[in-house]
């Protein structure tokens, strides 16, 4: 069954470090997804990407954040200058080119800032 | 702003016992529901998700959910659980004029006790 696949697993970085996660979406789906989970918090929604631009994005995506489809085959998210708080898990998906139907999840990758 | 409720955040069964997760959201308008599980160390997979139809809808793993639209509750059922069903699941709604974003309650942890 193919999978979103993320990379790395787990990112320690230093405050105020630069960090790209990195996400492989599956590979004939169109839509591309960040959501992040805070430990003991809710997954929140932080981006949607399609057609090679952001199509929605959430209130705590802003500035610091940035996504890209570098290639055609990797979605990426970068986090400038982190901060404490922006330690959580951070979650890829995907989704088909027909109507939603709900997204395929990566496995996710637990970013801590210390 | 729409809210997804997961009441329970913890649940401890033993096996053979039944389940019920209940879940209840914000929004007057049509949505689509889903729920997700997420095994230990795995990625959010997908058990079940209602569109239209029947509000009765059956997933993986002998998993079903209720939709009862006066009550804005999605709850999840099992009439049997095993020791295979410990996980955290997280119920999610997408308003249908919200695009592709999910709204994710907190989530239950079950534990399952052999």
């Known amino acids: 069954e193919p999978e979103v696949t993320q990379t790395p697993s787990h990112q320690v970085t230093q405050m105020g470090q630069e960090v790209i996660l990195r996400c492989v979406p599956i590979?004939?789906?169109?839509?591309f997804y960040w959501y992040r989970q805070i430990l003991g918090q809710k997954v929140e929604f932080l981006v949607s990407f399609y057609n090679n631009e952001i199509s929605e994005k959430s209130e705590i995506f802003d500035d610091q954040f940035s996504v890209e489809r570098p290639d055609g085959s990797n979605f990426t998210l970068k986090i400038r200058s982190t901060k404490l708080e922006d330690s959580a898990m951070y979650f890829c998906?995907?989704?088909?080119?027909?109507?939603?139907?709900?997204?395929?999840f990566g496995q996710g990758t637990r970013l801590t800032v210390v | 702003a729409q809210s997804v409720s997961q009441h329970n955040h913890h649940v401890i069964l033993s096996e053979a016992a039944s389940l019920e997760l209940g879940c209840n959201y914000s929004?007057?308008?049509?949505?689509?529901l889903f729920w997700y599980v997420q095994y230990p160390g795995q990625h959010l997979q997908l058990l079940l998700k209602y569109f239209s139809g029947d509000p009765l809808v059956k997933g993986i793993k002998g998993f079903e959910a209720e939709f009862i639209k006066s009550k804005f509750s999605f709850n999840l059922r099992k009439p049997s659980v095993q020791w295979s069903d410990t996980a955290e699941y997280f119920c999610a709604v997408n308003p249908n004029n919200a695009g592709n974003m999910l709204t994710f309650g907190g989530g239950t942890r079950l534990m399952v006790k052999p």
């Open positions: 590979s004939n789906h169109l839509y």
């Open positions: 929004y007057g308008g049509t949505v689509n």
């Open positions: 998906a995907s989704t088909p080119p027909a109507a939603f139907r709900g997204a395929f």
